[in-house]
């Protein structure tokens, strides 16, 4: 069994000097791995999180300090079977993030798709593939709470929950 911290959209430091306390928590909890959806702002986020777990990143559209480039525009990794993809969400066509982040992951045969980009929490079922937004810890909008993305991977069998707080 696996589990995995998901989140987008920190923009930090603008958004917030630190992660707020519930995000704390649970990285100090048992997290077996972070997924960052893009939208960092600042390499010390980046740094700080792979101090906790092994730590899986994309590019968001507003990363463009020299670091960010090291990031890829798309990531694709399987755990326990699971197949997952992660895209930022902002690239390709489509009327919704949803929709593109689903048509930037279309080939990849992927389980999971994490997005990230418009900061509301989305969960979705699109046939075989599950598509997750964890909406922002750090910028929550127009929001009525903050939020992060759990997921446990136990056997092929993928739970994914939002957390909220304010």
């Not at 930090?12 to 939208?39: C, E, S």
């Not at 990363?63 to 969400?89: C, F, N, Q, R, Y």
Request: hydrophobic content about 35%; some cysteine.
């Amino acid at each position: 069994m696996k589990k995995i911290l998901i989140i987008s959209d920190t923009h930090m430091p603008k958004k917030g000097k630190m992660f707020p306390d519930p995000l704390l928590k649970v990285l100090k909890k048992d997290i077996d791995y972070i997924f960052h959806a893009g939208d960092w702002t600042a390499q010390s986020v980046y740094e700080e999180l792979k101090t906790y777990a092994p730590l899986f990143g994309v590019k968001g559209n507003i990363d463009k300090e020299d670091w960010s480039h090291t990031l890829p525009e798309k990531v694709l990794v399987t755990i326990e079977d699971v197949k997952i993809a992660m895209i930022h969400g902002h690239q390709g066509k489509g009327r919704s993030t949803p929709e593109r982040a689903y048509r930037g992951c279309e080939g990849d045969s992927a389980d999971l798709i994490i997005f990230g980009h418009s900061h509301i929490p989305f969960h979705e079922r699109k046939g075989s593939t599950i598509l997750f937004n964890p909406g922002s810890p750090t910028d929550k909008r127009r929001q009525k709470q903050f939020s992060y993305g759990i997921a446990v991977i136990d056997q092929s069998k993928i739970t994914l929950d939002h957390h909220y707080f304010s």
